[in-house]
T-cell receptor, first 112, second 114 residues
Framework: NAGVTQTPKFQVLKTGQSMTLQCAQD?????MSWYRQDPGMGLRLIHY???????DQGEVPNGYNVSRSTTEDFPLRLLSAAPSQTSVYFC???????????FGSGTRLTVV | AQSVAQPEDQVNVAEGNPLTVKCTYS??????LFWYVQYPNRGLQFLLK??????LVKGSYGFEAEFNKSQTSFHLKKPSALVSDSALYFC????????????FGKGTRLSVIA
């Protein structure tokens, strides 16, 4: 089925470890974003991309890297995990500025 | 930079009564406005959007929202609430110019009581 696929769904990391959260969409969407959701904080934008090869920082980019080598994929890399990065991470994509975003089902990350 | 405020963390309403979830925004330029809903342990689902035209927009599940430019508001409404409407609701905005991201409010938890 068409949509946004996030892997893994759950992950536990130790402080200092690195990992990559995967996000893929098969809808040929140009716009892709990563958000983190924390209680009482809503969704905060980490990084976003408006097309292959183009990325920009959002509200809370520190500790995260992204790249967009293809239209389909937008991985989020945690460089050195910290307990403050414990959160639920959502990837989303959109065909254009006036279309709504399609969200993935999320990755629940715990850093111990 | 654009921002969204949802002034109520929690809204309680009796089943069958009308509901309103409030949203105000701040942008430099014309806004694109969106409402999303999140059910427990799920991703966000698109409800409705305002891009241009009629200030009253209708969306999924009987929801509607009214764009008010002078008050910079985009409140979500439904004439008759259902218990199944209980969820977390997010308002979001992006600016009509260039490649700007979608920025969300902090969310409002709606509880519909039978």
């Amino acid at each position: 089925n068409a949509g946004v696929t996030q892997t893994p769904k759950f992950q536990v990391l130790k402080t200092g470890q690195s990992m990559t959260l995967q996000c893929a969409q098969d809808m040929n969407h140009e716009y892709m974003s990563w958000y983190r959701q924390d209680p009482g904080m809503g969704l905060r934008l980490i990084h976003y991309s408006v097309g292959a090869g183009i990325t920009d920082q959002g509200e809370v980019p520190n500790g995260y890297n992204v790249s967009r080598s293809t239209t389909e994929d937008f991985p989020l890399r945690l460089l050195s995990a910290a307990p403050s990065q414990t959160s639920v991470y959502f990837c989303a994509s959109s065909y254009s500025e006036i279309r709504g975003y399609t969200f993935g089902s999320g990755t629940r990350l715990t850093v111990v | 930079a654009q921002s969204v405020a949802q002034p109520e963390d929690q809204v309680n309403v009796a089943e069958g009564n009308p509901l309103t979830v409030k949203c105000t925004y701040s942008v430099s330029g014309n806004p694109y406005l969106f409402w999303y809903v999140q059910y427990p342990n799920r991703g966000l689902q698109f409800l409705l959007k305002y891009i241009t035209g009629d200030n009253l927009v209708k969306g999924s599940y009987g929801f509607e929202a009214e764009f008010n430019k002078s008050q910079t508001s985009f409140h979500l409404k439904k004439p008759s609430a259902l218990v199944s409407d209980s969820a977390l609701y997010f308002c979001a905005v992006r600016v009509y110019s260039g490649n700007t991201p979608l920025v969300f409010g902090k969310g409002t938890r709606l509880s519909v009581i039978a």
